[in-house]
């Protein structure tokens, strides 16, 4: 069964920093892209960052460019998500997910999410 | 970027009821669009792949269709447990791109 787990999420200040984590199971991790999508809580879906299976092609969305770094772990199932400069607009649900490439694929596993909730 | 805008915003059915939900594409974008359910308090599902692939494990009910810029997601014989926020998706372009969603709300 295809697992994807998320954390590190939580509550942190604007202008901080904080780290996201998905731990994935149940397939083979380094035969897929990696991507973020996050969720303002009650809005829609917002993709934000993408790594291919060998780190060598990522994308960001332009809100989130220059802040946010994406990254992987192919030896631990893991992939990242480092943000900086928190912005209150970056509260959200943020979904780790998967495809077979970056572009021309579905999102076929979603996690649970992980809150962020950036705020003084 | 691609803008994907679907219609109706939120669609309030009967059980047995035949459901439509369109999304339309600012530019062609072949057959890569994808559709998602997600309930309250749940992560999206995929639910059709490719316009019009079906998905394992996703009820038959549950059909695409369309290609270009038009598509479209029919539930046929609606359930209480359809009752979600429909998304479509386009992956033909970088940055992949989501519809506002559509609220579908059982009577």
């Known amino acids: 069964e295809v697992q994807l787990v998320e954390s590190g999420g939580g509550l942190v200040q604007p202008g901080r920093s904080l780290r996201l984590s998905c731990a994935a199971s149940?397939?083979?991790?380094?035969?897929?892209?990696m991507h973020w999508v996050r969720q303002v809580p009650g809005k829609g879906l917002e993709w934000i960052s993408a790594?291919?299976?060998?780190?060598?092609?990522?994308f960001y969305a332009d809100s989130v460019r220059g802040r946010f770094t994406i990254a992987r772990d192919n030896a631990k199932n893991s992939v990242y998500l480092q943000m900086n400069s928190l912005r209150i607009e970056d509260t959200a649900l943020y979904y780790c997910?998967?495809?077979?490439?970056?572009?021309?694929?579905?999102?076929?596993?979603w996690g649970q999410g992980t809150l962020v909730t950036v705020s003084s | 970027e691609i803008v994907l805008t679907q219609s109706p915003d939120f669609q309030s059915v009967t059980p047995k009821e035949i459901v439509t939900i369109t999304c339309r594409a600012s530019?062609?974008?072949?057959?890569?669009l994808h559709w998602y359910q997600q309930k309250p308090d749940q992560s999206p599902r995929l639910l059709i792949k490719?316009?019009?692939q079906s998905v394992s494990g996703v009820p038959s009910r549950f059909s695409g269709s369309g290609s270009g810029t038009d598509f479209t997601l029919t539930i046929y014989s609606l359930e209480a447990e359809d009752a979600a926020v429909y998304y479509c998706?386009?992956?033909?372009?970088?940055?992949?791109?989501f519809g506002q969603g559509t609220k579908l709300e059982i009577k």
């Open positions: 997910t998967r495809a077979p490439t970056i572009g021309g694929h579905p999102l076929d596993s």
């Open positions: 149940g397939f083979t991790f380094d035969n897929y892209a």
């Open positions: 790594i291919t299976w060998n780190s060598v092609t990522i």
């Open positions: 530019q062609s974008i072949g057959k890569s």
């Open positions: 490719y316009a019009s």
């Open positions: 998706q386009q992956s033909n372009s970088i940055p992949p791109t």
